[in-house]
């Protein structure tokens, strides 16, 4: 899905911008979505206490249209986070702006984003000197959103972006619905609630609350079911704009074409999500790690993060080292109760660990297939029927390079 853009994957009556305002030293820096008509809206923040300006004064914005927006602009380079009452101010000024530009709507129809350095004083005044050739230069075009993807980008080493389509409607009255979305992210990710910064487009009819709805139940499988580093960001939001642009009937109940429509949105926020892991900062491989047979969901879960977040188990990963004990040790400490000698753990498909003791296993096998490019990790708990997923990824020398000198 990371290839070129085509101008059929994108939804109708959405346009796309971007430019180099100077935020950062050099390239793409501001990106604008834009949906021609009202959009039923949904969005997810950062569960972090510290939250980010732009956090604050979009919360505010979708609550205030009741869910009905027209466009979000991102600036990366700076977070615009721990910068008090200029830093509200700043994304007020901007999502002022741009509503100005844009026919004069009013400013709570904008959502306001930030990705880059906390703690740094936005200047606020180059976003607001771009904003009206922004606006002018939108296009419906593929190019034009494959370059909103490159310009939220901090540290990462590649845009991501994936669509997907769904027919909805009863037979002969079928139309296509066409999903689109793009995210930034690499470093600081355990996202809690959403992630880093991800942003939706739908030609979709649909009202705000099943847009919610789907949202929010594509997320907990998606987006926060992977970690890189185990850090949540200040600045974390994924939002979503569905236009009706599609001709398709409005989805108003939880019917066979919300199904259709959830499980599409699902495949999109899932590519994303996995992007997102296969870019952590430093990163190698894909690691999924998949608990069953815990007492609950909410304890597998709690497992599987243990496991992917723990720096033991990582490096281990980094070096293709199947050290079982390390993963075993990680789940004993994750606050779930269960009895270790029940457990039979699987590495890259290797059977390694058997009721808590060692199965006997090639080393050199087990070596080579750890250093494929996705590396799937099993543990059976036999402790009930709780399952649950995370995607993570290796931690290499590489992730504390890049994170030594982010700032300088």
């Known amino acids: 899905m990371n290839a070129r853009v085509k101008s059929s994957d994108i939804p109708r009556g959405f346009s796309f911008s971007s430019a180099a305002c100077g935020i950062k030293k050099s390239g793409l820096d501001l990106a604008l979505i834009v949906s021609e008509t ?15 300006a732009p956090v604050l004064v979009s919360q ?24 008090g009452s200029d830093g509200r101010a700043a994304s007020t000024a901007t999502t002022t702006e741009v509503a100005r530009e844009l026919a004069e709507l009013h400013p709570s129809q904008i959502l306001v984003c930030s990705t880059g350095v906390i703690g740094v004083p936005l200047r606020v005044e180059k976003i607001l000197k771009a904003v009206p050739a922004l606006v002018r230069a939108r296009s419906e075009k593929g190019e034009a959103f494959a370059q ?68 929010r139940g594509a997320v907990a499988k998606t987006f926060n079911a992977i970690t890189v580093d185990g850090d949540t960001s200040t600045n974390d939001t994924v939002a979503i704009l569905a236009n009706g642009a599609s001709g398709a009937r409005k989805i108003t109940r939880e019917d066979s074409d919300f199904k259709k429509f959830r499980a599409a949105l699902e495949v999109v ?3 994303l999500a996995l992007k997102i892991v ?32 723990s720096p033991l188990v990582k490096t281990a990963l980094a070096g293709a080292d199947p050290n079982w004990g390390r993963i075993l040790a990680a789940a004993g400490r994750a606050g779930v109760a269960f009895d270790y000698e029940r457990v039979d ?29 996705y590396v799937p990790i099993v543990v059976e708990m036999r402790s ?23 700032r300088t």
């Not at 009202?38 to 980010?52: C, D, E, G, H």
């Not at 505010?60 to 910068?83: E, F, P, Q």
């Open 38 to 52: 009202p959009a039923a809206a949904a969005a997810m923040f950062t569960t972090n206490r510290v939250q980010a």
């Open 60 to 83: 505010a914005h979708l609550k205030r249209s009741r869910s009905k927006l027209r466009a979000i602009i991102v600036n990366s380079g700076n977070a615009n986070c721990c910068t």
């Open 148 to 215: 909103v993807t490159r310009a939220i980008m901090t540290t990462d080493t590649r845009p991501k972006w994936a669509a997907a389509k769904c027919r909805i409607g009863g037979p002969g009255k079928q139309k296509t619905v066409r999903i689109i979305g793009c995210c930034k992210g690499a470093g600081m990710i355990q996202p809690n609630m959403a992630t880093m910064l991800a942003f939706l487009a739908t030609d979709a009819a649909i009202s705000p609350a099943l847009i919610a709805r789907a949202l």
């Open 269 to 271: 926020c899932r590519a």
């Open 278 to 309: 296969e870019d952590g900062e430093g990163a190698q491989r894909v690691i999924e790690i998949e608990v069953r047979g815990a007492p609950s969901e909410r304890a597998a879960d709690q497992v599987a993060r243990t496991i992917a977040n």
């Open 345 to 373: 753990i699987k590495l890259a498909g290797l059977l390694v660990c058997k009721r808590g003791r060692e199965h006997p296993f090639s080393e050199r096998i087990a070596h080579h297939k750890m250093l494929a490019k």
């Open 384 to 406: 009930g029927k709780g399952r649950a997923t995370m995607w993570t990824c290796d931690f290499t020398g590489e992730y504390v390079t890049i994170n030594a000198s982010y």
